[in-house]
């Protein structure tokens, strides 16, 4: 079975630009979730989506999005960036919601 | 607020001898407990997970305890491998009814290094 698969791997935009980046989980798993991973702050959560409703929120501004279509992948769109935001951008495939399967991550760079 | 912590932020040992790494947690909703291990660059990769009703779980070299009074769990790799150093989390999370939310709390991480 092929894993999670995030697109692109690497991305460079510079601030007040928006940006959206793409999850396709494992066949058969309908949860993606998103997290955010920085130095200072660790890996945090952004969202979750399931039968392609948001089931679950993180404590993050509006500026952070997502969406999930009807074949489970998901995207999650950045507004207005600010040099904060670059970090590493994971997204996590899972069937039943407990064991969560990580992508590569999208390294998202703000100049 | 930190609702789970890894107070260690690296560890050392030598390859073949036992590695011990512990995890914390303040939030006494959580009922399911699992360990990561991450490289540079890359995503996590899942380890092991134990549930809130047991107090430990096998898998191969890797064996997971939980103590739920003392609200902390730990990882045992035994024996150690060089190929095992990396990053190690712990995250948790808190469930309703058997339905998971999807939202995994971390905990800092752990460096592990292990010499040959």
């Known amino acids: 079975k092929a894993g999670v698969t995030q697109t692109p791997r690497y991305l460079i935009k510079t601030r007040g630009q928006q940006v959206t980046l793409s999850c396709s989980p494992i066949?058969?798993?309908?949860?993606v979730s998103w997290y955010q991973q920085t130095p200072g702050q660790g890996l945090q959560f952004l969202f979750e989506?399931?039968?392609?409703?948001?089931?679950n929120k993180g404590n993050f501004p509006g500026r952070f999005s997502g969406r999930q279509f009807s074949n489970s992948r998901s995207e999650m769109n950045v507004s207005t960036l600010e040099l904060g935001d670059s970090a590493l951008y994971l997204c996590?495939?899972?069937?039943?919601?407990?064991?969560?399967?990580f992508g590569p991550g999208t390294r998202l760079t703000v100049l | 607020d930190q609702q789970v912590k890894q107070n260690s932020p690296s560890l050392s040992v030598q390859e073949g001898r036992i590695s011990i790494l512990n995890c914390d947690y303040t939030?006494?909703?959580?009922?399911?407990f699992l360990w990561y291990k991450k490289y540079p660059a890359e995503g996590p990769t899942f380890l092991i997970s134990?549930?809130?009703?047991?107090d430990k779980n096998e898998d191969g070299r890797f064996t997971v305890f939980l103590n739920k009074s003392a609200k902390h769990l730990s990882l045992h790799i035994v024996p150690s491998q060089p190929g095992d150093s990396a990053v190690y989390f712990c995250?948790?999370?808190?469930?309703?009814?058997?339905?998971?939310?999807?939202?995994?709390?971390f905990g800092q991480g752990t460096i592990l290094t292990v010499h040959p």
């Open positions: 996590a495939s899972s069937f039943g919601g407990y064991e969560q399967f």
């Open positions: 066949s058969g798993h309908r949860s």
């Open positions: 989506y399931f039968s392609e409703t948001q089931r």
């Open positions: 939030n006494s909703m959580f009922d399911y």
């Open positions: 134990i549930s809130s009703i047991k």
């Open positions: 995250a948790a999370s808190a469930n309703a009814g058997g339905t998971s939310y999807g939202k995994l709390t």
